[in-house]
Structure formats: structure tokens, C-alpha cells
């Protein structure tokens, strides 16, 4: 028996889940993940704006790439984050 991934998952729906993304075509697969991944963007400035509710645009596309990148790499290729007086 394999040991399920998702413990909140039923087996039977999880196999279901397992052989859909098996018969999946690879074209599908890649729209799937480039869904997820712009709703994991919109997520992210989602909370940044709550975080942050007085930043410009500018700001806030500057610290997604801080949360993206890595805070070191994000200020190589767009500068630091200039703290508010």
C-alpha cells in the first residue's frame, strides 16, 4: 500500500486525483501551473497591500520580488527597500 500524501484526502478520491494528473497531456499540466503560480502572486500582493497599505505600486512590486527572490537578490537588480521616515 502506498502511504497517501494528503491525510485529509480520502484514498480512493486521492488515486482518482494521482491517475488524472498521470493521464493529464503535458500542455494541460503546464496551464495548471501557471494558474497556481499567478494566483500565488495575487495572493502575495494581496497581503502586502494589507501589510503595507500606504505603498505606492512601485513599492509593492518591490517587495514581491523580496519575497520572490530572496530580500538579497531583489536588492541586486532593483535596490534596497528605503524605510519610510
Do not use: N
Not at 503595507?52 to 537578490?73: F, N, S, V
Request: one cysteine or more; proline letters at 9%; hydrophobic letters at 40%.
Amino acid at each position: 500500500m502506498v502511504a497517501s500524501y494528503y491525510p485529509d484526502t480520502h484514498p480512493e478520491v486521492e488515486a482518482l486525483q494521482a491517475r488524472t494528473l498521470r493521464e493529464m497531456p503535458p500542455w494541460r499540466k503546464a496551464e495548471l501551473l501557471t494558474a497556481l503560480v499567478r494566483c500565488s502572486h495575487q495572493l502575495a500582493v494581496a497581503g502586502l497591500r494589507q501589510r503595507y497599505p500606504e505603498a505606492a505600486p512601485a513599492e509593492i512590486k518591490r517587495r514581491l520580488a523580496g519575497l520572490l527572490l530572496g530580500e538579497e537578490t531583489a536588492s541586486k537588480f532593483y535596490g534596497k527597500l528605503h524605510p519610510k521616515p
